[in-house]
């Protein structure tokens, strides 16, 4: 049982408040909500509707602990380091930093315990990556954040794997050419979902030329 709520169905309020939910309980997630989950990745843009993603649902706990020791390594070594040093980013007071390091901190601890993980994917074949490979798997890799949150669901997309890339996707079993992209551990939440911290968007938004502001702001 779960006290989130069953589904959200408006768009708008789905993505202002998917936050990056990092403290997951335990409890089992039912295979059809993971479905509903596949299923807006699925449904997701990539290039010339070439559909080489390919979705690992991971549930074996012996996986999950393999990859959790290299995620605990690149916190150890590179990540809890950065947030250490780093200011608090655009939007974020300090004191919400603090909690954001803190829950960061514990997923780090917990990975291996979310029940259930979507490890995304491409098949790339014999292809070398390219700068533009993640248009055709980070669209999905939304719609699934976006699924998730709607159902009740908390997630984040972490890439923290990837630091140590080729030994974490020995672990997971990937065959030759098929290259992980992001991993999404999910489960019901321990806090509650809300307004996502992001700056304001006249400090990111220009109008024609980069640096001067976009008019529409104002018009706002």
């Known amino acids: 049982m779960t006290d989130q709520p069953a589904a959200d169905t408006d768009v ?8 990056a939910m990092r403290r997951l309980r335990p409890d089992p997630v039912p295979d059809d909500l993971i479905r509903r989950i596949l299923e807006a990745g699925s449904a997701a843009a ?24 290299l995620y605990q ?13 780093a200011a608090p980013p655009p939007g974020v007071s ?6 954001q390091h803190g829950a960061v901190e514990y997923l780090t601890r ?8 979507i490890v995304a994917c491409l098949d790339e074949g014999s292809a070398t990556p390219t700068r ?21 669901l908390g997630s984040t997309l972490t890439t923290r794997h990837l630091l140590y ?15 992980s992209y992001a991993i999404l551990p999910i489960g019901y939440p321990m806090g509650h979902f809300g307004p996502v911290g992001r700056g304001a968007l006249a400090e990111i938004v220009y109008g024609d030329h980069w640096g001067e502001p976009w008019t529409g702001l104002a018009a706002g």
């Open 132 to 152: 533009w490979s993640g248009a055709s798997i980070y669209p999905a890799v939304q719609n699934m954040l976006l699924a998730a949150r709607a159902l009740g």
């Open 165 to 179: 890339e080729a030994e974490a996707e020995a672990a997971l079993g990937l065959p030759p050419g098929v290259h």
């Open 94 to 99: 300090a004191e919400r930093y603090q909690r």
């Open 46 to 69: 990539n290039g010339g509707n070439t559909q080489r993603w390919r979705f690992l649902v991971v549930k074996d706990p012996a996986i999950k602990r393999a990859v959790q020791q």
């Open 12 to 19: 708008f309020e789905i993505m202002r408040t998917t936050r």
């Open 110 to 117: 917990h990975f291996h315990e979310a029940p259930v993980w």
């Open 73 to 85: 390594r690149a916190f150890d070594e590179v990540i809890g380091p950065r947030y250490h040093a």
